[in-house]
């Protein structure tokens, strides 16, 4: 079955520190892959995505990902983390088998220590 | 408008009674998604429209929702007789031109909290 493992629930890093938050996924072809981030009481927002090309992709922020195939990850990554990045952050995938499925992982909350 | 705009933000029902969810898309996108989010880290696609058609509801219970898409008015989502466990963040979606699957840049709204007591 398809899905989507953030392996870290929660994680927390001092404000300027570098973060790298963990996505693995398991599907048969190289599915397009997403990152969104939550943040306390407010919708998704898009941070970047990959369907081909480069795999290192870069979103708004200053986030970035890197596919990698062998892995099956997407990991997200940022090289100095604000007081501002704190939210959850949702790894996702969106299969070729169905339409309309965005197939999301289970978060991992950030905090940032002052 | 630029952002899928979801209305109400909060909405409190007691158990049995109707809620409707409304959606606005960006203007100019043709896809609307509906997803549930019941426990905070779970999301569940409901179903989705292209312009006035159901695109694909193959995630919408049988019993007790629905949802529409009409021209020159807002998508909604009613859910009858509603039960404590429809308590959740109902997320609407746009994009332009199609599914994730097919390479799209799927935009949530903020989405619509669902309390039923």
């Known amino acids: 079955a398809q899905s989507v493992t953030q392996p870290d629930i929660h994680i927390t890093v001092s404000e300027g520190a570098s973060l790298e938050l963990r996505c693995n996924y398991s599907?048969?072809?190289?599915?397009?892959l997403f990152w969104y981030v939550q943040s306390p009481g407010q919708g998704l927002q898009l941070l970047l995505k990959?369907?081909?090309?480069?795999?290192l992709v870069q979103g708004i922020k200053g986030f970035e990902a890197e596919f990698k195939r062998s892995q099956s990850s997407f990991n997200l990554r940022k090289p100095s983390v604000h007081w501002s990045d704190a939210a959850e952050y949702f790894c996702?995938?969106?299969?070729?088998?169905?339409?309309?499925?965005?197939?999301f992982g289970s978060g991992t909350r950030l905090s940032i220590r002052p | 408008g630029e952002e899928v705009a979801q209305t109400p933000k909060h909405l409190v029902r007691g158990e049995g009674q109707k809620a409707k969810l409304y959606c606005a898309p960006i203007?100019?996108?043709?896809?609307v998604f509906w997803y549930q989010q019941v426990l905070k880290n779970e999301f569940k696609f409901l179903i989705s429209?292209?312009?006035?058609?159901?695109?694909?509801e193959t995630g919408m219970p049988k019993e007790r929702f629905s949802a529409k898409c009409l021209p020159n008015s807002p998508c909604s989502l009613e859910i009858q007789a509603t039960k404590l466990e429809d308590s959740a963040v109902y997320f609407c979606?746009?994009?332009?031109?199609?599914?994730?699957?097919?390479?799209?840049?799927?935009?949530f709204g903020e989405g619509s909290w669902l309390t039923v007591v």
């Open positions: 979606a746009s994009s332009p031109r199609g599914a994730a699957a097919d390479g799209n840049t799927i935009y």
């Open positions: 996702a995938v969106a299969p070729y088998s169905s339409a309309s499925k965005i197939i």
């Open positions: 203007k100019g996108h043709s896809y």
């Open positions: 990959y369907f081909s090309g480069d795999t």
């Open positions: 429209f292209q312009n006035e058609n159901v695109f694909d």
């Open positions: 599907y048969g072809a190289t599915p397009y």
